[in-house]
């Protein structure tokens, strides 16, 4: 029953951390101005967090420029299962007006699974609510996802293999090598 | 029989679930009233009770330079000391444990509990952790001085007329005020009141005092590497450590028995400790943003210590 409640509360509270990607800044924004009073994502339990080891959904802004790409990854394995990786705004997904820049690596798919995509330059406020509203469900199937891998709670080592299989599906499997990479160079 | 009571005044009421639930309330209380004086809908009252269970649920990481056993075992250890010291504090003329309920040992235990966040911090091996920790010792300094002032206060006026000339016994305190009327009421206790009421969200590390957990300047501070339980014991020692504080406040200040019906006094109590939240902990965080760590020292030093040594003197000498 405990476990049915967390995966409830799953969707309650998810906790978000931005991940500003060489954005031209209007997406970020956007981002913050759903917190404020007159869009107030707090009333769904959305958090803005400061650290990616606590967070639950990672907003990615920005076209992924070669200069971020290395934080971006080395981020992204930072942050614990259950995630979602939600890519705001149009310049993740294709590079939008940065397009066919030399400094772009994008798009966002190459290095990770996007659960929700919010499009637009900027997205309204009202998008990215819905976009967020959107990952929190998926965070909760995540989680039973998970639960079901790993029969009880998970282990760090389970969560660990869920997470391959994961990024085998959306044939990133290289992005586990680099977390394990980037833990190692913390380390040294 | 004598045990089984122990055990239930221990762990349900007023111990260990009475503690979590009244955390959650004051907490939840918190977030939706700030939110409502900030023209927002706020978050629903149950929202840290969902945060606690989400970060349950979470994978746990230990960072590769992390002292594993002081990294998991300090969240765990400042929680067993926080309730241990809710043990102390009497709720409603309960006091779980009656043996030593001592206004020195409370404050010996609290600060203990800000050491197990230190700990576990500074084994994270994170550098923001090490800022959020120096910041965190500066807090501690800063409102530790005005709070002893306070505790001494509180026991002079207390045992003015006892041989020993000063009662640290929480017990000794609430059977004064029984007899005298709430301590609040004696316009000597007044700035002593006043300078509890800002050490509370100092204390508890309530917003516009956070400046260890300052997310948006050094990533969650203290907190930096914590995921999973660990972080979950964290958020639930921050809330129980809300309630604890206030019912301190409501059993220093106010005393414990109103109507000497036992539900009543419940009832009041807890909408005292909401009261105590309101003041001390929700209009601050509504009005104010975060303080520099500078200007915390300051404050503390300078403005609430003047308080509370005004309140020491006005006691002393006996006004
Ligand atoms: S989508 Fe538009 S507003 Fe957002 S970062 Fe890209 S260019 Fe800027």
């Known amino acids: 029953m405990f476990q049915k409640w967390i995966d409830k509360s799953m969707r309650k509270s998810p906790w978000i951390y931005h991940i500003n990607a060489g954005s031209c800044n209007g997406c970020d924004i956007e981002l913050v101005s759903v917190l404020t009073p007159r869009y107030d994502a707090e009333r769904f339990g959305f958090h803005l967090t400061g650290t990616p080891r606590q967070a639950d959904i990672v907003v990615v802004s920005g076209p992924i420029t070669m200069q971020s790409v290395d934080r971006l990854i080395r981020t992204l394995a930072q942050v614990p299962e259950p995630k979602c990786v939600v890519s705001l705004g149009s310049c993740p997904r294709s590079g939008n007006v940065f397009k066919g820049s030399f400094a772009i690596a994008g798009p966002l798919e190459k290095y990770t699974h996007v659960d929700v995509s919010v499009g637009g330059c900027t997205p309204k406020p009202e998008a990215i609510v819905a976009g967020l509203a959107k990952a929190a469900e998926i965070l909760e199937e995540k989680r039973r996802e998970m639960r079901k891998h790993g029969g009880m709670a998970p282990s760090p080592a389970v969560a660990a293999a869920v997470e391959h299989e994961e990024r085998a599906e959306f044939g990133t499997g290289d992005a586990t090598a680099v977390r394990q990479g980037a833990e190692q160079e913390a380390d040294a | 029989m004598q045990i089984l009571i122990q055990l239930f005044h221990i762990l349900v009421f007023p111990g260990l679930l009475f503690d979590v639930a009244m955390g959650v309330l004051l907490m939840g209380l918190n977030n939706k009233l700030v939110a409502r004086m900030q023209n927002r809908v706020g978050p629903p009252i149950l929202q840290p009770w969902y945060d606690f269970l989400k970060c349950c649920g979470k994978e746990t990481i230990?960072?590769?330079?992390?002292?594993?056993?002081?990294?998991?075992?300090?969240?765990?250890?400042?929680?067993?000391?926080?309730?241990?010291?809710?043990?102390?504090?009497?709720?409603?003329?309960?006091?779980?444990?009656?043996?030593?309920?001592?206004?020195?040992?409370?404050?010996?235990?609290?600060?203990?509990?800000?050491?197990?966040?230190?700990?576990?911090?500074?084994?994270?091996?994170?550098?923001?952790?090490?800022?959020?920790?120096?910041?965190?010792?500066?807090?501690?300094?800063?409102?530790?001085?005005?709070?002893?002032?306070?505790?001494?206060?509180?026991?002079?006026?207390?045992?003015?007329?006892?041989?020993?000339?000063?009662?640290?016994?929480?017990?000794?305190?609430?059977?004064?005020?029984?007899?005298?009327?709430?301590?609040?009421?004696?316009?000597?206790?007044?700035?002593?009141?006043?300078?509890?009421?800002?050490?509370?969200?100092?204390?508890?590390?309530m917003h516009p005092f956070d400046i260890a957990e300052a997310e948006t300047e050094i990533c969650e501070g203290m907190l930096a590497e914590y995921s999973g339980t660990p972080l979950a014991m964290y958020r639930l020692t921050h809330m129980v450590k809300v309630y604890t504080m206030s019912s301190l406040f409501v059993a220093m200040f106010l005393g414990n028995r109103f109507t000497g019906i036992v539900p009543v006094d419940i009832l009041i109590g807890i909408l005292l400790c909401i009261a105590v939240m309101f003041i001390s902990a929700a209009l601050p965080h509504a009005?104010?943003?975060?303080?520099?760590?500078?200007?915390?020292?300051?404050?503390?030093?300078?403005?609430?210590?003047?308080?509370?040594?005004?309140?020491?003197?006005?006691?002393?000498?006996?006004?």
């Open chain 2, 62 to 205: 230990i960072p590769a330079r992390a002292k594993r056993a002081v990294f998991l075992g300090s969240p765990y250890l400042g929680f067993v000391l926080l309730i241990s010291v809710s043990m102390f504090i009497p709720f409603a003329g309960f006091i779980p444990v009656t043996m030593g309920s001592d206004l020195v040992v409370i404050l010996y235990l609290l600060t203990f509990v800000s050491v197990c966040e230190i700990l576990g911090a500074a084994s994270s091996g994170s550098p923001f952790a090490g800022v959020g920790l120096s910041r965190e010792m500066v807090a501690m300094i800063s409102y530790e001085l005005p709070f002893v002032l306070v505790i001494l206060t509180v026991a002079r006026a207390v045992g003015a007329d006892q041989p020993s000339g000063a009662v640290f016994s929480l017990e000794g305190i609430l059977a004064y005020q029984e007899m005298n009327g709430p301590l609040l009421f004696s316009p000597a206790a007044i700035p002593a009141a006043i300078a509890m009421l800002f050490v509370i969200p100092c204390e508890t590390g």
């Open chain 2, 287 to 319: 009005v104010c943003a975060r303080l520099k760590v500078e200007q915390v020292f300051h404050f503390y030093w300078t403005v609430v210590t003047g308080f509370a040594l005004a309140g020491l003197l006005l006691v002393w000498a006996g006004v």
